[in-house]
């Protein structure tokens, strides 16, 4: 596609229940980010995939943060027994290589905003 | 370890009056250094970027970084700011010894331009 899609744009759900977020990247962007974006504050990582390994999930706060992607394309990020402090918007970007290097710059979604009541 | 601080959570100014917005940073290497901006109900969108070479860097909108190494800065300047340049900012950094992917961000600076 254009650009990177994510759905749905809002999600309100109640504490307790189970949240998945979608990603759909940028064709061709072999790299998936997941960011967090609480009120006022910047971007917090969560996790990394190149294609559709995660070598990096250090930043998934809790347990029950979990990810996965299907080859280089959509990724789904899984929030089970949602708490009032996983109100956040969550963000996505996607990336390609070049001579073997990631590329640096990160093309963004608007986010899902989440909101835990 | 890298890390970024934007020192102002906002900033305020005048319509056709300069815009600075603050960014230092730290890594143990050399950095690549971003600057991405967010209007609202919207994703982070590039602005520009400094990896190598002249230490100022031109981007979107009219947009211009100065790279500091000695100051660790990399403050992002507009010469007459617009109404619509309102929106949040966030500076970004990866140390160069690192693995490719991390980016670290800043909190973000709300910039405010009044008409």
């Known amino acids: 596609g254009a650009g990177v899609s994510q759905s749905p744009s809002n999600k309100v759900t109640e504490k307790g229940k189970d949240v998945e977020l979608r990603c759909d990247p940028i064709s061709g962007h072999t790299a998936l980010y997941w960011y967090r974006q609480r009120l006022g504050q910047g971007l917090e990582f969560l996790i990394y995939f190149q294609g559709n390994s995660a070598p990096d999930k250090s930043g998934l706060p809790s347990d029950r943060f979990s990810a996965e992607r299907t080859g280089e394309s959509v990724s789904t990020l899984t929030i089970q027994r949602t708490q009032q402090e996983d109100s956040a918007v969550y963000l996505c970007?996607?990336?390609?290589?070049?001579?073997?290097?990631?590329?640096?710059?990160?093309?963004f979604g608007a986010g899902t905003r989440l909101s835990v009541l | 370890a890298q890390s970024v601080a934007q020192p102002e959570d906002q900033v305020n100014v005048a319509e056709g009056n300069p815009l600075t917005v603050k960014c230092t940073y730290s890594?143990?290497?050399?950095?690549?250094l971003f600057w991405y901006v967010q209007y609202p109900n919207r994703g982070l969108q590039f602005l520009l970027k400094y990896i190598t070479g002249d230490n100022l860097v031109k981007g979107s909108y009219g947009f211009e970084a100065e790279f500091n190494k000695s100051q660790t800065s990399f403050h992002l300047k507009k010469p007459s700011a617009l109404v619509s340049d309102s929106a949040l900012y966030f500076c970004?950094?990866?140390?160069?010894?690192?693995?490719?992917?991390?980016?670290?961000f800043g909190a973000g600076t709300t910039v405010t331009v009044r008409a």
């Open positions: 890594v143990s290497g050399n950095p690549y």
């Open positions: 970007a996607s990336t390609t290589m070049f001579r073997g290097q990631l590329k640096n710059i990160q093309y």
């Open positions: 970004a950094v990866r140390d160069m010894g690192t693995e490719d992917y991390k980016l670290s």
